[in-house]
């Protein structure tokens, strides 16, 4: 049985983001990107969900971590986070040619503010 199209770039994205070094999975065009790594020197990213619709593929990660360095002038709590990141996906004869990645700084910046 032959795939579907939405099938195959779920398989290209899948592949695409396991392939990915840390460094990349942090990397944004939001304002933080630069502090994802010394603020969560431990952070483990892991596919929530995926769906695909002709070209387009958005993937739903999640990141969880331990506040460990400075982010966005927050001093290390200690705390345990778990955040979303999105990614977009524009995948053409199989390959990933476009994304678009950001991640859910508002739930983040709850946890580390949390009284």
Do not use: C
């Not at 630069?34 to 969900?49: L, N, S, T």
């Not at 360095?69 to 990614?87: E, L, M, Y």
């Amino acid at each position: 049985m032959m795939k579907s199209t939405d099938q195959n770039n779920i398989e290209a994205v899948t592949a695409f983001i396991e392939s990915l070094s840390q460094a990349n999975l942090d990397r944004t065009e939001q304002f933080f990107s630069g502090q994802i790594e010394e603020a969560f020197p431990d952070r483990q990213y892991a596919v929530d969900e995926i769906m695909a619709q002709g070209e387009k593929v958005v993937a739903r990660l999640v990141m969880t971590a331990t506040h460990q360095g400075t982010f966005a002038g927050i001093a290390p709590t200690g705390r345990a986070v778990k955040t979303t990141q999105f990614r977009e996906y524009r995948v053409t004869d199989g390959q990933v040619a476009e994304q678009f990645v950001w991640f859910d700084t508002g739930l983040l910046m709850m946890q580390l503010q949390a009284k």
